[in-house]
């Protein structure tokens, strides 16, 4: 398919990226008001996943969870387990409703009774997936990130574009924009009551190396393994800057009004160095620039004993603000604490799935694919910089970038690992 060169300027603006704010007036056949039940179907059924699933139940006493998709019966046993535990009532799987294999989630799709969808599969199967349930119709929460590879990303693009034309919801697992606290510390940045962005750091520095690991086990395929341990190997996971610190990347690129120009990034793997740990990096380190020249410097690990840090600071003229998952405070040029967020706080995990449904019930879509492309570009361009030892721009990465990391066929059989990235000597594509 021939695509048009996007400039980054207008992948910002093609189109009207819709907030929780900016809710378009009711479209015909919205889902009718009041107690009128709402299908909900699972594709994907992992711990991350079935959490999901969970809080979309919490949200709104209307959902019912119907259908459920997984390459494994025990994925999905275990799910349904703890689903039933939550509210049996509203859990309404059937043996006929729960499907397996790499095509299990056409026939979710295929559902009348499912309205909304949660994609809930590794991220290297989401933009097709994406893209199949935008053509059926449904509305969708999809987890972060989006894509592994800029061929996924322009994939997204064009979801997020015929979604709008289809006034569909979707609504993308970046909690921490629905957290009160980043809420109000990036207002005060994009009020300009802190003065001009002068730079950034982003954190996600974890104490802990075996992160959705499992030895393998006796009779598993490569390609069973693999999908079962799908955190370490890039064409499922993006490698854990894209798959984890996406999040802090989305909090800088939310708080500069724009992802980033170029990047310069480093990585290795020291401490997880063994073949059962697959292929990926165990640490990056990436210096993002933005459009006014902004650096913001990007830190991610996951070594066991290491220390932990996971937060976002972002560096103004008249102060700085410090965010993470618990607390945001101010502090001044010279790092004295002036402000502390002290007003109500949650997760942010339940909001993201009752403002989806209430945007489904009264037929005002909230569309983030876009900006969910966004981010999984910044984050894949991080680890391509550090993967090859290349300076990136943001324009050729999306543009011209031919990085295609989808495997030559999908069957429960022989896959061998790509081997582990080289800087210098691995090739940028």
Not at 104 to 129: C, D, N
Not at 337 to 344: F, P, Q
Not at 381 to 401: E, I, P, Q
Request: hydrophobic share 40%; glycine share 10%.
């Amino acid at each position: 398919m021939k695509t048009t060169p996007v400039s980054r300027r207008g992948f910002l603006h093609r189109g009207a990226v819709l907030s929780a704010g900016a809710l378009l007036a009711p479209r015909p056949g919205a889902h009718a008001a009041g107690s009128d039940r709402i299908g909900v179907a699972m594709i994907g059924c992992g711990d991350r996943g079935t959490k999901d699933a969970i809080d979309c139940l919490r949200a709104d006493p209307a959902v019912e969870i119907v259908a459920m998709a997984d390459m494994f019966q025990d994925r999905i046993d275990s799910s349904l387990a703890k689903l039933r535990k939550e509210d049996p009532k509203r859990v309404k799987v059937t043996p006929e409703t729960t499907f397996l294999g790499f095509e299990a989630y056409k026939r979710v799709l295929a559902m009348s009774e499912v309205k909304i969808v949660l994609m809930l599969t590794p991220p290297g199967f989401r933009p097709p997936m994406v893209r199949a349930a935008v053509e059926a119709g449904k509305h969708l929460f999809v987890e972060k990130p989006g894509a592994v590879d800029p061929v996924g990303v322009r994939s997204l693009l064009a979801s997020a574009r015929l979604a709008d034309e289809k006034r569909l919801s979707i609504v993308v697992g970046t909690q921490q924009r629905w957290q009160p606290q980043y809420q109000e510390l990036i207002r005060r940045v994009q009020a300009g009551e802190l003065g001009e962005i002068t730079g950034g750091q982003a954190y996600w520095n974890w104490g802990s190396s075996k992160w959705h690991w499992e030895p393998r086990k006796p009779g598993w395929s490569d390609m069973e393994w693999q999908i079962r341990c799908w955190p370490y190997f890039t064409w499922l996971s993006g490698d854990h800057i894209v798959e984890q610190h996406f999040h802090n990347m989305d909090v800088i690129n939310w708080a500069m009004g724009s992802p980033p120009v170029s990047c310069l990034g480093t990585g290795g793997r020291q401490s997880r160095v063994t073949p059962d740990f697959g292929h990926i990096y165990d640490h990056f380190t990436v210096e993002y620039e933005y459009e006014n020249g902004v650096r913001v410097m990007s830190m991610c690990s996951q070594i066991q004993g290491s220390t932990p840090r996971v937060g976002e600071r972002v560096v103004c003229a008249k102060g700085a603000i410090n965010t993470d998952r618990s607390q945001g405070h101010i502090t001044d040029p010279r790092g004295r604490k002036i402000y502390t967020y002290d007003g109500a706080a949650h997760s942010g995990e339940v909001a993201q799935f009752t403002n989806l449904i209430r945007s489904v019930r009264e037929g005002k879509p909230i569309n983030e694919c876009k900006r969910l492309a966004e981010t999984s570009l910044t984050v894949i361009m991080g680890r391509m910089s550090a993967y090859t030892g290349r300076a990136l721009k943001w324009d050729w990465v999306l543009n011209a970038s031919t990085l295609d990391l989808t495997r030559p066929k999908y069957e429960l059989g022989a896959l061998p690992v790509d081997p582990v990235a080289i800087p210098g000597v691995t090739p940028l594509v």
